[in-house]
């Protein structure tokens, strides 16, 4: 077994937001790894009971709750991992109130009780914004230029990590997502591109793209992800550090629908729509230079073969994820 598997086993591990696609492929992860306890805090406004493992032990309730807090962090977590968040943009743009408070107040909650606790680890999960520097994308690229209060609420998140490093001592380590997608993630209004774009391909219907196709997104398997969380939890080279966790492979939006299309066999074919305000960045790609030297991350899977498994999933549970999907009717065409 690698030693970043192994560093699990017998471990007390928490964390939050596990009812979504990461969340609960983590979870099947750390069962695999002989980890003593794992707990689960997540309030299922994003999430699913369907989509989580049996076997693991389930709280619902928020981050920005310390009663749920307490009966967390009762089982005495040596690991954490922060993935819980109001997702994403255009649900921050919608109601940036309920953004802050669960972006920002939740994840200042949650360190202060792994502070409390003193815990050995704590992996925050964060994403990519305001970033304008030149392709790929690197760490200290960031700047202070967001499009969404979802990625001001982000780097909020990151500023506390610090704080909480610097000050406390805090064993925090920053992971930045570009773009995940894989099986657990359940289409809707504010999810992202590739589980819409594959609910719509096997129902028959076109493709809506906003732009002209020609954007480029940074896309990254779940199981990626995943194998990048768990090295950020085991080295202690990662402590006080921040990763970008991605494919380091640039694909056009066009391209991406044109292959969702053969796969599922929809003849439907695309449409164009007019871009979100918020959608400012036309290229996105990043550098996992980083990632690879102190991490040891390589990303795995191909974007064709992640697809793949990610229809898979979808035909598996096509009834659940048909009866949980959730479309406004003036967002279908725009999401």
Avoid at 269 to 298: H, P, Q
Wanted: proline letters at 4%; hydrophobic letters at 40%; glycine letters at 10%.
């Amino acid at each position: 077994m690698a030693d970043h598997i192994e560093y699990y086993k017998g471990k007390v591990i928490l964390f939050t937001g596990g009812a979504g696609a990461i969340g609960s492929n983590l979870c099947k992860a750390l069962l695999k790894t002989g980890a003593e306890s794992i707990t689960i805090l997540d309030d299922f406004s994003s999430g699913f009971s369907w989509n989580v493992p049996d076997n693991i032990f389930t709280l619902k309730g928020s981050v920005t709750d310390e009663d749920c807090l307490k009966r967390a962090f009762i089982k005495k977590p040596q690991v954490v991992f922060h993935l819980a968040a109001l997702f994403a943009n255009q649900n921050s743009v919608d109601y940036p109130e309920k953004d802050l408070m669960v972006n920002g107040l939740g994840t200042l909650k949650v360190l202060e009780f792994c502070r409390l606790y003193g815990i050995e680890k704590f992996i925050y999960a964060s994403s990519v914004y305001g970033n304008n520097g030149a392709l790929p994308l690197k760490e200290e690229s960031a700047t202070l230029d967001p499009s969404t209060p979802y990625q001001i609420t982000k780097m909020l998140g990151e500023l506390y990590c610090n704080f909480f490093y610097n000050y406390y001592g805090l064993p925090a380590v920053r992971v930045c997502f570009f773009n995940s997608y894989g099986p657990g993630e359940v289409p809707g209004q504010y999810r992202n591109v590739i589980p819409n774009f594959i609910y719509r391909a096997m129902k028959g219907e076109a493709l809506p793209i906003t732009g002209t196709g020609q954007e480029t997104r940074d896309f990254t398997y779940v199981g990626d992800l995943i194998d990048g969380l768990l090295r950020a939890g085991y080295s202690d080279a990662a402590i006080g550090e921040k990763f970008n966790i991605a494919s380091g492979k640039e694909t056009k939006i066009i391209d991406l629908a044109n292959m969702i299309n053969e796969l599922t066999g929809n003849r439907a074919g695309v449409k164009f729509v007019s871009k979100r305000r918020w959608d400012t960045k036309d290229k996105r790609l990043a550098s996992i230079e980083k990632a690879g030297l102190i991490l040891g991350y390589e990303p795995k899977v191909s974007l064709n073969d992640g697809l793949k498994e990610t229809i898979k999933w979808f035909k598996d549970n096509w009834r659940l994820i048909e009866e949980s999907a959730f479309f406004t009717p003036e967002r279908i065409v725009k999401s």
